[in-house]
Structures are given as structure tokens and as C-alpha cells.
């Protein structure tokens, strides 16, 4: 099961569903945002690991994952997903979120979620290393608290709709920007590396 065909929406519609059948009380929108903190700090995971993580998340046994083999194609199709869109040098990645057919109370509480587990992955996927990032990279993860912090809206607003467009860009941006911090290019011999040492 690909979603490389799929809109955002499609796609959003997809993870939720996912969660609606495991009865997880979680949001979709932070385990990709984990996933993708992960990936951007430099970490990478093997199907085993990143089960183990997705198992977790949506509150399910960690044998949920070989007891579903949906779950477990869906969710290995998602972290192949990611990491390619995080690499795309058209720079068309984007965060898992609903589209504008939810409320704009929803959507911002969505941005929210995928924020926290973005900030949660990186921490765990950059550890100490996080400290020595450049100054730009820590006033971006200092924003992205304060956005991850952000619980409702006002009513929805052409105002609300701008504001929460112009913040979902920045923190669209900002992934990729610390992706490409912790990521060097990848060269030939660095490419089929699963290395998660970082420099």
C-alpha cells in the first residue's frame, strides 16, 4: 500500500482510518511527526524498531504488528514514505495533516500534535548532539515548542485559515531545514548506510 499517488488528504484519511480499526486514542498526525523527527536528527530505524515505535504510539501489544499484517505493510510503506519525501530535492515534503474539510480547531490541534512528536522524535533521535546544532536550529525548535504548545483556535476566520497556513509552511520548512542539518548528502558509499552516528 503506497500513498506516493495520494493527495495529503487521502493520505491523512488513510492514518486515520488505520487508528479508527486499532481503537488508538492518539493522534495520527504526532506518530508521523515522531517518525519524521526521527529521520530528520539523523536516526534511522529497522522494520522491527519502527514497529516497536508504531505499536507503541497506538497503545497496542508489541505483537500487534505480526498479528496485522496490514498494520505492519501500511505503517513500513509510511517510513519508506517519509524518508524519501524528507530527501526529495523538489522539497515537496508534507506534514501529515487533515485538510480543510476539519475545522480549523482541529486542524490547528492537528499541526500541534505533529509538532510535539517532531520534537520528541528529534530529541530522540539526536540526543546530545541537538545542544551543538547552530544557532538558527535552535531558535526553529524554540518556535516549534511554543507552536506544539498552541491547544485551539479562535473561530474559524479567513484571519485563522492565513495564520495557521503561514505556520504549517513554517513548520514545513523548518523539518526540512533540520533534516538537512543532520543529514549529509548522500554519496554512493553513504547511501545504503543505516549509520545513525552523527557529526
Excluded at 487508528?19 to 534511522?44: D, I, Q, V
Excluded at 503561514?166 to 523539518?175: F, H, K, N, Q, S
Excluded at 526540512?176 to 558509499?189: D, K, R
Aim: glycine content about 6%; charged content about 25%; aromatic content about 8%.
Amino acid at each position: 500500500m503506497t500513498d506516493t499517488d495520494s493527495t495529503p488528504a487521502d493520505k491523512f484519511e488513510r492514518w486515520a482510518n488505520l487508528y479508527s480499526t486499532h481503537k488508538a486514542f492518539s493522534h495520527p498526525s504526532e506518530l508521523h511527526g515522531s517518525l519524521c523527527g526521527r529521520l530528520a536528527a539523523g536516526a534511522r530505524m529497522n522494520s522491527e524498531e519502527w514497529l516497536q515505535v508504531v505499536c507503541e504510539h497506538l497503545g497496542l501489544p508489541a505483537s500487534a504488528a505480526e498479528e496485522s499484517p496490514e498494520l505492519a505493510e501500511f505503517m513500513s510503506a509510511a517510513y519508506d514514505e517519509a524518508l524519501a519525501a524528507l530527501k526529495a530535492s523538489d522539497m515537496s515534503f508534507q506534514p501529515l495533516l487533515p485538510d480543510d474539510d476539519y475545522s480549523l480547531d482541529q486542524r490547528v490541534q492537528a499541526l500541534s500534535a505533529w509538532v510535539r512528536g517532531f520534537l520528541e522524535g528529534m530529541a530522540s533521535g539526536a540526543g546530545a548532539s541537538l545542544g551543538e546544532a547552530p544557532p538558527e536550529i535552535r531558535e526553529l525548535i524554540e518556535d516549534m515548542v511554543a507552536i506544539s504548545q498552541v491547544s485551539d483556535s479562535e473561530e474559524d476566520s479567513e484571519d485563522g485559515e492565513y495564520q495557521l497556513n503561514e505556520i504549517t509552511e513554517y513548520v514545513r520548512l523548518g523539518a526540512l531545514a533540520v533534516f538537512t542539518e543532520f543529514n549529509p548528502p548522500e554519496t554512493a558509499s553513504t547511501g545504503a548506510s543505516p549509520s545513525t552516528t552523527l557529526h
